[in-house]
Nanobody
Framework: QVQLVESGGGLVQPGESLRLTCAASGSVVGLAAMGWYRQAPGRQRELVATITISIVLGDRTNYVDSVKGRFTVSRDNAKNTVYLQMNSLKPEDTAVYYC????????????WGQGTQVTVSS
């Protein structure tokens, strides 16, 4: 079983930065992807940024258009940790941010963190 623990959310003003951290514990075998999703009130959960992991092709990142150039996703393989550096935050970035991890050793399994609130407001 894999557990994901997020940290780093909070209240910031527009234009400021935050860094989210998600640490995975437990048996992480066949790591295939790590990343972040978010859900704002009244809206569906959406992909923010993910890293697809391939021994052959290397890591590939993917971002939703609205955060390109402002957010950066990265990971520490040794620590099974994924980060989301969020710069130039906007009020529309306000949401609960969820960490996501996918393994595919034998069957595909997906894990979610409990979520961390990010609020951007003046």
């Amino acid at each position: 079983q894999v557990q994901l623990v997020e940290s780093g959310g909070g209240l910031v003003q527009p234009g400021e930065s935050l860094r989210l951290t998600c640490a995975a514990s437990g048996s992480v075998v066949g790591l295939a992807a790590m990343g972040w999703y978010r859900q704002a009130p009244g809206r569906q959960r959406e992909l923010v940024a993910t890293i697809t992991i391939s021994i052959v092709l290397g890591d590939r990142t993917n971002y939703v258009d609205s955060v390109k150039g402002r957010f950066t996703v990265s990971r520490d393989n040794a620590k099974n940790t994924v980060y989301l550096q969020m710069n130039s935050l906007k009020p529309e970035d306000t949401a609960v941010y969820y960490c996501n991890l996918v393994t595919s050793a034998t069957v595909r399994r997906e894990y979610w963190g409990q979520g961390t609130q990010v609020t951007v407001s003046s």
